[in-house]
């Protein structure tokens, strides 16, 4: 078992940036990938990166390529994600999520956090 707790969000002009972190709880973070998501109003909730157990394979959508990126530090129990170059349309509800393997369907992941929002104002 796997809790998630985001934390970072707020609301910030286009062109500014954000740290998201994510803390879990439990000894078996290590051993999943974790991955961040997210949900605008009225759209479906996407895939936005994603990291390997080890944190040596990283992915990312075509959206934010370039702009996040995404981090862990499992002695902490943390993943990061720091979000540059930030665009109103990134406005969203952002979500952590653990997996047993890299990927990016919603499906595979097993354990989500609430969520923490970001707005980006133009």
């Known amino acids: 078992q796997v809790q998630l707790v985001e934390s970072g969000g707020g609301l910030v002009q286009a062109g500014g940036s954000l740290r998201l972190s994510c803390a879990a709880s439990?000894?078996?973070?290590?051993?999943?990938?974790m991955g961040w998501f997210r949900q605008a109003p009225g759209k479906e909730r996407e895939f936005v990166a994603g990291?390997?157990?080890?944190?040596?394979?990283?992915y990312y959508a075509d959206s934010v390529k370039g702009r996040f990126i995404i981090s862990r530090d499992n002695a902490k129990n943390t993943v990061n994600l720091l979000m540059t170059g930030l665009k109103p349309e990134d406005t969203a509800l952002y979500y952590c999520?653990?997996?047993?393997?890299?990927?990016?369907?919603?499906?595979?992941?097993?354990?989500w956090g609430q969520g923490t929002q970001v707005t980006v104002s133009s």
């Open positions: 999520a653990a997996s047993r393997g890299l990927v990016t369907a919603m499906r595979a992941y097993d354990f």
């Open positions: 439990g000894r078996a973070f290590s051993t999943y990938a």
């Open positions: 990291i390997s157990w080890s944190g040596g394979t990283t």
